[in-house]
């Protein structure tokens, strides 16, 4: 077993943590609530020229059953291509339009990635939702305070902290179903379980958590009698917080994620070549951080350093010589963004900060080494600074700029520009913005079989124009935004006849994507909400694949004296997907059809504080449809789970 896991082990064991979030009735979320996103300080939402959808720990508790991906697919903007399909099946994030390596993730303030991958991008498999505490989404480019990756938006999510009392403890466990449209099989095939201990002491706080899925029932193809797929992961999070005075804030975390699953083949003309018995996946993250926070007279100083590594074993099977290949890939990541706060009055403050990111990664095919971690590195120092601007009159403008100094390819400038005001005898905030990103090019696309050294950033710029209210005392609140994003240097694959070489190119020309996001939130009485939202998305021909056109999800809540019953809709257009057939050899596309889901979720306090019990349902409607072309997505499935306080 690795020793990492086995150390953070004891760790966990010999200190404490908490999992339950108690369920309150959801409010309407007005103005005042705090956001962090837009300037990585704590600031009013009514301060912000930004729509970001917020994830509440309410929310999150009003989703019982529901995977991380299943719960950023209902956000408005946001399509998780996969979060329908069986638990190991790999993510897509379309953002807006844009892709994986077109958003940034971030936990606890500090960037995660596989700096193995081909595109530089962070697998949200790893993460267990039971962990979250929050989850921020901001769209649009973002590279000014959040830097390479943030050309279509940045996921910034929150884990749990210590409550504020000596100790506090929870257990939780759920099983369900795991079905196709066209099985029913009445076993449990998914089961989650995990444990918590939390607590403050004096000027300490502890939070450890320990907690494992395994999913099992279902092929990741679609096609008869097909093997089981199976999927299982475990995380353990450790955090020790140090208040040594009102000024200074201490906190350490320490983190590992492990993932196991069995995958198919990708669909390539014919059905029967999908299915296969020995493709298998190892992945393995250990995480620590440091997260200093100082607040003086005039501000606050933030230091969020971290550092990860990355083991990834690929088994996948050879047609050709019908043997087993193994792939082996590590990586390692650091990054130290030291920011600060500075307020010169109470409408003018400044935020600057720099940000150094190191990146390594080595790779091996059955034990020979194809790229040496001494040759695929690079860094990163990005000096950044935003000034924000909060008149008494309604006007807020915040306008940042960011230099990356890359140590291969060389520098990059990119600015936003975010003014919007807020009506003061009409509750009605408009916004605007114009925002530039870039993405730099992996390891992989620089130093791997394919490399090239000649790769320049993609580069990315939105413009977007909105409004955000609030009417009947509060009780309704609406928000729309449209958008236009225009991206050049796109990375592509490039064949050289002349030679017979393949290798990474950046493609010549532009292409776009626009659309409209709109969220409506009602609360008819303190005991029933509603949420609906709706999201038109159009690329170019050349981007358009698996972004539907048009998506909507509808949200309501019913909050009891001692539990609360959630049911949700969604529907999502159809989308254009492709695939290599290899009948023809030729590229395929095709068009998969549109698809409505029912959900319903019932919650329950069994014992006042401390028994808490959940149901979930989800595709009532049994409805059958593709995510990907050649591979199942989920029936109609059932899941019963409880937590438990101590």
Known sequence: MNKK????????????????????????????EVVV???????????????????????????????????????????????????????????????????????DGIP????????????????????????????????????????????????????????????????????????????????????????????????????????????EAAGDNFEEDTFSRVNLMQKIGFKAND?????????????????????????????????????????????????????????????????????????????????????????????????????????????YQYYDMAQSTNGLEDVAREVAKFNLIDPYATIVYNSDFGLNLNLGARFNTHSEYGNQLVYNFNPCYSFTDFPMKIMTSYSTAFITPSLYQLYGPYGNLALTPEANATAEIGFESQLFDKRLAINTVGFYREEENTFGFFFDMESNQFYYINNNGNNSAKGIETTVRYRLSKQINFTANYTFTQVDKTLNRLIPKHKTNLEVNYKFKRGSVTGNYQFVDQRKDAYYDTNLWLSQTTKLSAYQLINATFSYELLPNKLYIFSTITNVLNESFQEVIGYNSRGRNYKLGFNFLF
Not at 135 to 146: D, N
Not at 164 to 172: D, E, P, R
Not at 195 to 216: A, D, P, Q, R
Request: hydrophobic fraction near 35%; charge should be positive.
């Open 112 to 219: 995660v990635t596989d700096a193995s991958g081909v595109n530089l991008e962070y697998d949200l498999r790893l993460i267990s939702i039971d962990q979250i505490e929050k989850i921020e989404v901001m769209k649009g480019a973002s590279s000014t305070l959040y830097g390479t990756g943030a050309a279509a938006g940045v996921i910034n999510i929150t884990l749990k902290k210590a409550v504020k009392s000596k100790f506090q403890g929870a257990v939780y466990s759920a099983v369900g179903t795991q079905n196709t449209a066209t099985t029913s099989k009445k076993s449990a095939q998914d089961f989650n379980q995990g444990f918590s201990v939390n607590g403050t002491v004096h000027k300490m706080s502890y939070m450890t958590s320990i907690n494992s899925t395994e999913t099992k029932g279902m092929s």
């Open 5 to 32: 896991f086995i150390g953070l082990s004891v760790f966990t064991l010999a200190t404490a943590f908490s999992y339950a979030q108690k369920s309150d009735t959801l409010q309407v979320k007005t103005l005042q």
């Open 247 to 355: 000024k200074l804030n201490l906190e350490v975390f320490g983190t590992y994620d492990r993932i196991k699953n069995t995958f198919d083949n990708s669909f390539e003309g014919t059905v029967s070549n999908s299915d296969d018995l020995n493709n298998a996946n190892l992945s393995e993250q250990f995480r620590i951080g440091f997260l200093p926070k100082y607040s003086y007279a005039q501000g606050e100083f933030a230091v969020n350093a971290g550092a990860s590594t990355m083991d990834r074993v690929l088994n996948i099977t050879n047609t050709f010589s019908s043997t087993i290949d193994t792939y082996a890939y590590s990586a390692r990541t650091a990054s130290i963004d030291a920011f600060n706060k500075y307020n010169f009055s109470e409408k003018v403050y400044l935020v600057f900060g720099t940000q």
């Open 37 to 107: 996103s837009d300037t990585k300080f704590a600031q009013i939402r009514e301060k912000s020229g930004k729509i970001i959808e917020v994830i509440t720990a309410q929310e999150l508790a009003q989703k019982k059953g529901q995977s991380l991906a299943n719960v950023l697919n209902q956000v408005t903007g946001v399509e998780i291509n996969g979060n329908q399909s069986f638990s190991g099946k790999n993510l897509g994030y379309y953002v807006r339009g844009g892709r994986n390596s077109q958003t940034a993730i971030y936990i």
